[in-house]
């Protein structure tokens, strides 16, 4: 593989990323969390908001809408196959979420440099209403997801 | 009951709350948090990480995490009876969790005027490490978790 | 005017509420900041950085960084004339700044629904190279910038 | 010196680094900020709102109050004479600042594990009322405020 791998390449890389990563997820598994598609800097997650996904006041509990957010945001700061783990995260609630609500994630890389990374994830529902906005700092750390001379 | 509650029976109606909040909690009885105690503008929460609860990394979600910190954010925000919902949150992530570890989140009221009010959140494993640290704004909004006229 | 006023209306009045807030604010002229353009949830603004805005390290001082993200910010939540403040920020700073710099921020609105608002800035240095992520968080408050029927 | 010094060798250290890091602070000065205590992990300063620092609404511009806290968490992390930067820092706005008040931002160290710390700091106004929440996050770099054998 070239140094500077074609676009085409890297796409072809983070889908390889995206389905070895989610082999081993078992949260995503249990939350009936799905890849929807994932792109170099990029990932779109969907979760349909389950009952046991209920606070005490009859919405989504926050807990899992920030998983949805945060699983969007593992798979687009690893598309490179190199591995990146949350430093921090913040969120932001906008709008509640009702049982049965079709919820989709979409994160983007907003900066890159050294081992760092700023990712911004969007969370809508349905009706493509923004309910959350949630923002994470990634960290770099040894080991790919799939082995280097794989692909 | 009198205008300014005495110390005793705020305790006696943040556990009463508690216990309110906790019957139609399914997001907690389904990631098996147990609420140890509650206590006016403060809330202890434990977790054990299960197999389901681990990233492709094999170490602790972030979303579980979150989820087990949020939780004692919103026990401990609607301890006294008006109920609040999360505006905002932020988490760091400062070491990983393992599979087995016990996690133990304490909230504790920093601020609370008007309508807001700031929360910050400890998360500690079996070995008494802070693995992670969150702060959580709550809104208040109307209603109550157990009627008004019943404690 | 209209109840849905056209964008050319809707960006005259963010110009007009931006000359308005510039003449009252002492801060902005006090750290030479430039208010460069203002539309409708959006605005960008450019500062020097002067030798007093160095901390004991030499670089740019994150007081100062900060407060040219949340000038951008504040002209951006404030350009449609209902007066907004900042309920909540946070930064994430990714690249140093050295003396003489020419730092740019540009604020734009990400949602807003009721009373909130969430706003992205991003602020480049003159090599277009993003030293520092903020997001804003505003809350509307009574009052406007400029007199409602004087446009 | 020995490997672990003693509280008081760590107090008088705290106050070497900070006497070191205030004569090179051009920004500390030029706003009035006066370092009034620094201890490991722990450090108190305090400013007064002066005109300058107002912003169109005639309260205390954001900046400068995230100005005083940014300050009292760069002299809390770096007072253990290891050099330490920003990664990044949130504030939540409690209560408004009015010209001529008297702020006083008290930081704490929360957590401090390899290369991370994290900071709390609470601003109060000249009424012990609390009127914003500050946390930041620090990276360990390379370098020292005074030199190693100096103490």
Do not use: W
């Not at 921090?88 to 890159?112: F, M, N, Q, W």
């Amino acid at each position: 593989m070239p140094a500077h791998p074609s676009q085409a390449d890297a796409l072809v890389l983070a889908r390889k990323v995206a389905s070895a990563m989610e082999k081993q997820d078992a949260a995503v598994r249990h939350m009936g969390i799905r890849i929807e598609d994932v792109a170099p800097g990029l990932a779109r997650v969907r979760m349909e908001l389950k009952p046991e996904m209920l606070n005490s006041h009859g919405t989504g509990h926050g807990g899992f809408i920030f998983a949805l957010a945060d699983t969007a945001f593992a798979y687009s700061c690893n598309a490179g196959n190199e591995a990146n783990v949350a430093a921090g995260c913040s969120i932001e609630y906008l709008v509640p979420a009702a049982c049965g609500d079709v919820l989709t994630a979409v994160a983007k890389e907003r900066h890159r440099s050294g081992r760092t990374g700023i990712y911004d994830v969007t969370v809508s529902n349905q009706r493509n209403e923004i309910i959350a906005v949630f923002r994470g700092k990634s960290h770099r750390i040894k080991g790919t997801s799939v082995p280097e001379g794989s692909f």
